[in-house]
C-alpha cells in the first residue's frame, strides 16, 4: 500500500526549468530517504538526486551539480527536485523512490517523461 505520486514533467527549452514533486505515503521506515533515478534511451536507470528525510543529507549526480537543486517538506513527507539550466542529455523519465537509506529504491513511482529540447 506504499504509494508515490510523482508529478511536474514535461516539455520544456534547453536553458529552462522543472520542477519535479514526490509525495510518499503507506510506508513504515523511521528514517528513509526520497530519491530520483532517471532512465535515457537505451541506458541504464541511475541515481540524480537523493535525499535524507531526517537530516537533508543529499546526494547529486556529477553532472547535474549546480543545475539541480533536492528539497524535502517532512509535513508532507515529500520532496522536490528542482531542475534548471536543462540540458537535452537531461532527458529520460525521472522516477522516484523510497528506501531505509540514500539512494534505496525499495518503492518505485510510475516515473514522469522530462524532454528538453534545442
Known amino acids: 500500500e506504499v504509494q508515490l505520486v510523482e508529478s511536474g514533467g514535461g516539455l520544456v527549452q534547453a536553458g529552462g526549468s522543472l520542477r519535479l514533486s514526490c509525495a510518499a505515503s503507506?510506508?513504515?521506515?523511521?528514517?528513509?530517504?526520497i530519491n530520483w533515478f532517471q532512465q535515457a534511451p537505451g541506458k541504464e536507470r541511475e541515481a540524480v538526486s537523493c535525499?535524507?528525510?531526517?537530516?537533508?543529507?543529499?546526494y547529486y549526480k556529477y553532472t547535474v551539480k549546480g543545475r539541480f537543486t533536492i528539497s524535502r517538506d517532512n509535513a508532507k513527507n515529500t520532496a522536490y527536485l528542482q531542475m534548471n539550466s536543462l540540458k537535452p542529455e537531461d532527458t529520460a523519465i525521472y522516477y522516484c523512490?523510497?528506501?531505509?537509506?540514500?539512494?534505496?529504491?525499495?518503492?518505485w513511482g510510475q516515473g514522469t517523461q522530462v524532454t528538453v529540447s534545442s
Open positions: 523512490t523510497i528506501g531505509p537509506g540514500l539512494c534505496a529504491y525499495d518503492y
Open positions: 503507506g510506508f513504515t521506515f523511521d528514517d528513509y530517504a
Open positions: 535525499i535524507r528525510m531526517s537530516d537533508g543529507v543529499s
